[in-house]
């Protein structure tokens, strides 16, 4: 398999590991998990998360020492690439945990992140609010001093595995401090969930409405320590923002496998589609927008592995993130059409990543908050850190 970007023979070896479980693994459990609105038997994904176990891919960019493996960012992307060619979120089902969680204490890490990558407890980040999403200025979750522990009261929106979380991470405005990082255990006196509404896609979890009522926690629940969110946050979203377009060159590889082999054996008016400009043009300025998002993807990872100033590094993430999922987007439109009325159908891999995808475009920061860090960073220190 050729590259457009050089990787050590332990990368390609990562990248050939990652492919093989994708294809192997998840690949086949697609259409049983649309039929079903997401889910699968425990069995399946029992399966599932051993095998990630077993291919070493658990835990990506935590450290062994805490059950991890450690990763560079390059590994991280070579990975990702691969598990963002499955639909229905299914890579989700690799055992993981926010990267927020290596800031814990000791005792943190052995209660949430260690069982986490063995896939024995998922955990949740509660961030957005009804009125604080792209700008987190506005979060109005209170967190109160109680003795020596904290009562926290709020809401939190679109709270990913909240439905299945042992424990979720929750931001607060601690009173005298600012923003903090609680680790809030499922089940605990004042938790609650307000809905549990439907989204575009079907995920192997839901993203409920998180409602917080004088919910009293301990000091440990502290994590990174008070008025530390800010700042641990940061590395969370470049690392988000890097994954989701990893995944987003993951899927537009998939979407030109899936349309090109369609296109070379459909055929119409005697003659394969794909020799009809109308279907093969499409088609080719989706691989152009493949190769570039490709490219804009492990040029972000190799300067976070360089140890490039972190502020470039943030700018060139919201670029890659803005580009891939924006580029991705307009690929799925080009396959589905491809497909013609089979494209249309839920049955098809471009259907499914036609819905999946939208939402690479919101989460993490949407594309219009990508644009205002890229022309910040512009503004602020010139044109050729952000593009050269």
Known sequence: MTSLVRLTRQQAELRERARNFVDNELLPHEEAAERAGGRLPADVVDGIMKAAVRARLNGGRHAPGHGGQGWSAV???????????????????????????SAGTP?????????ALRGEGWLSYAVTEEHAGSDPSGIATTARPDGDGWVLDGEKWFVTSGDVAAAHIVVAIAQGHGPTLFIVDAGTEGLSFADDPPFTHTFPHGHPTLRLDGVRIGPGAVLGGLGAADDIQRAWFVEERLGIAAHCVGAMSRLLEEA????TTRVQGGVPIIEHQGVAFPLADSAADAAAARLLVYEVAELTDSGADPKIVHAKASLAKLFASEAAGRCADRAVQTFGGRGYMRTTPAERFLRELRVDRIWEGTSEIQRLIIARSMTRRGVPSVIA
């Open 75 to 101: 590994d991280y992307v070579v990975a990702h690439e691969q598990l963002g060619r499955n639909t229905n979120g299914l890579w989700w089902w690799v055992p993981d945990a926010y990267n927020v969680l």
């Open 107 to 115: 005792e943190q890490i052995d209660r949430y992140l260690r069982p």
């Open 260 to 263: 090109v082999a369609w296109a």
